[in-house]
């Protein structure tokens, strides 16, 4: 089993910059990949950001140049750099990691960004 906490969401205004972070915890030497995702009011939850466990990363079309994807494997921590943010990046925030044979999620943060 793994476990995950996000942290580092909250309301900002268009243009600022939020941070979120996401600690594992348990089985993390099975941890693969690790990725953020998110989920808007009525929408189906999308892939935000990705990155491997050799450190390879993959973004959304929609973030590419304003969100940075990081993991440090020390603190069993990934992060996930926002910066110039939208409104339509308004949404729950959710960090996923990627093992055999299971992925495992964490209970989501709310990003709010007002315009």
């Known amino acids: 089993q793994v476990q995950l906490v996000e942290s580092g969401g909250g309301l900002v205004q268009a243009g600022g910059s939020l941070r979120l972070s996401c600690a594992a915890s348990?089985?993390?030497?099975?941890?693969?990949?690790m990725a953020w995702y998110r989920q808007a009011p009525g929408k189906q939850r999308e892939l935000v950001a990705s990155i491997s466990s050799g450190g390879s990363t993959g973004y959304a079309d929609s973030v590419k140049g304003r969100f940075t994807i990081s993991r440090d494997n020390a603190k069993n921590t990934v992060y996930l750099q926002m910066n110039s943010l939208k409104p339509e990046d308004t949404a729950v925030y959710y960090c996923?990691?990627?093992?055999?044979?299971?992925?495992?999620w964490g209970q989501g943060t709310q990003v709010t960004v007002s315009s």
């Open positions: 348990g089985r993390i030497f099975s941890i693969d990949a």
């Open positions: 996923k990691a990627a093992t055999i044979p299971s992925d495992y």
